[in-house]
């Protein structure tokens, strides 16, 4: 395998998310987000750790870009941080944040690397979560209004865009688990939260559509390839209902097909949040897909789990290969939902906006010789590779992550970086993984 096998026109690139890498939490004008405030709670996060500093790409962004282009990364997709632009959610624009993201992009630009802009990546300002966030139905005025600003400020010279990363992640984790930010639980905080992440998916779009011309828009959807524990009927039913909630209840929406009640009848309950003119203000022709994968998900029946009746057979229990984060290393699941994503005829372009591994990583004399990471990259763009080579649409590729950075309720012990970050001293290291992306992708 190498570059060419790929093709000339396909993308190649990194990916970040600013609650994750920036830090400058509360600098020149920014306001706290829910993430600041998750954060600030005791035991909920590992050790208690925070985004207030992450990586400082903040100040560090242009050491940052300058590694990316060291590594012949060509694509640079990041997130803009809401509150830093709008500190109250709505209402009054904040030129410092601005200035910003204009810097990183006009740097991306000069150091030849395109700008691929995520609009939301899970850090709500809380001064809209203290109005309901997600839970609300006029989150689509502020999410319009903040699409707008972005669109007007960078759209001049960014092209690609992506509306939402997750958003499965952010409404299942952060609005029904409370796991994740802002940390509200139960079917009434979950429901709400997917309809009205499900219409700004679509408006979003539309905005940007309007706004800039000759753009390429897209959104990111988490996915994990999904089996039956056993081929008893239960087990392959539980299934299906977990396929439908993961990786089937928000793409299906936007492409006309209604959220996938048939398969999942809780989903009906729904209904109670939708208006009539919804189902078709769902619907939008996006010009691609992302698709985000880590690992396969075993599944079984399970009385226990309300609605869902399945629960995951943890990896752990499997004697399978794992990643720090307890996942299974396997990957013939990027080539199975490459497969699954495909199946819909409607799906124009898909990118793999995510993929990546966590593993222990250790610095012996100045180097980090990630080699499980490494060969995690390998095994999963073998199977990429052999799926465009069977026919199926697949035209970019975009590496989780750039840095080591604040993985969420994980805190920092868990490393997924094609770069070391000490965040101690801030110094930055090129692993071993770092360093193959950088002899593969050579021109």
Known sequence: MNK?????????????????????????????????????????????????????????????????????????????????????????????????????????????????????????????EDKGGWTSRTILEWFSEYTKVCAQRFGDRVKNWMVLNEPMVFTGAGYFLGVHAPGRTGLKNFLPAVHYATLCQALGGKILKSLIPNVNVGTTFSCSQITAHS?????IRAAKRADTLINRLFIEPALGMGYPVEDLKVLKKLEKYQKPEDAENMVFDFDFIGIQNYTREVIRHSYGVPYLRAKIVPAEERNVPLTEMKWEVHPPSIRAMIAQFNS????????????????????????????????????????????KKAGLEVSGYFAWSLTDNFEWAEGYRTRFGLVHVNYETQQRILKKSGIWFREFLKE
Not at 31 to 43: A, G, N, Q, V
Not at 68 to 91: A, C, D, H, L, V
Not at 231 to 235: G, N
Not at 349 to 374: H, P, S, W, Y
């Open 231 to 235: 081929d008893s009927d239960k087990d």
């Open 344 to 387: 819909y005829k409607k799906v124009k372009k898909l990118i793999i906006t995510e993929n990546g591994a966590a593993f222990k990583d250790t610095v012996i004399n100045g180097q980090v010789n990630d080699m499980e990471r490494t060969q995690y990259f390998i095994d999963n763009l073998n199977q990429v590779n052999a799926a």
């Open 4 to 128: 060419k096998d790929f093709g000339e026109n396909f993308i190649w690139g990194v990916s970040t998310a600013a609650y994750q890498i920036e830090g400058a939490y509360l600098s020149d004008g920014k306001k706290t987000s829910i993430w600041d405030e998750f954060t600030s709670k005791p035991k909920k996060i590992y050790e208690n750790q925070n985004g207030q500093v992450a990586c400082d790409f903040y100040h560090r962004y242009k050491e940052d870009i300058l590694l990316m282009k060291e590594m012949n990364i060509t694509n640079y997709r990041f997130s803009i941080s809401w509150s830093r632009i709008i500190p109250n959610g709505t209402g009054a624009i904040n030129e410092a944040g601005i200035h910003f993201y204009n810097q990183v992009i006009d740097f991306c630009l000069e150091s030849g690397i395109t700008p691929w802009i995520t609009l939301y990546h899970w850090d709500l300002p809380q001064a809209l």
